[in-house]
């Protein structure tokens, strides 16, 4: 699931714990160079937590989204980059569009 955020800047994904599958948060409180970027991130994280590309540092109290790391060949990162791409080329048009509404509202109350 992915949901737009209008006051949220930035991005976050998780695994959602009913099991249901995961959900991506995308801020569009940022130029659109940036909500452009967010979603490539998210969507690269989280096909390379699916293909079990992305690994926690261990021995640690807590963990962090800063400290994963990520450690693929070439070839998996070919595979999560087609993964990604499948779902970025469906939303960027409702990132498009999400994006221009909030800002077309945002400009009419000022």
Aim: hydrophobic share 40%.
């Amino acid at each position: 699931m992915i949901r737009f955020v209008p006051t949220m800047g930035g991005g976050e994904f998780y695994f959602r714990s009913d099991s249901t599958g995961y959900r991506i948060n995308v801020g569009l409180a940022a130029s659109w160079e940036k909500v452009v970027g967010t979603i490539i991130h998210e969507t690269l994280e989280l096909a390379m937590a699916v293909f079990r590309y992305r690994y926690e540092v261990v021995d640690k109290p807590y963990s962090r989204s800063t400290e994963y790391l990520f450690f693929l060949t070439h070839e998996e990162f070919t595979r999560a980059c087609d993964y990604a791409g499948d779902l970025i080329a469906v939303l960027l048009p409702k990132a498009s569009k999400a994006y221009r509404s909030y800002h077309a509202n945002k400009r009419r109350k000022t």
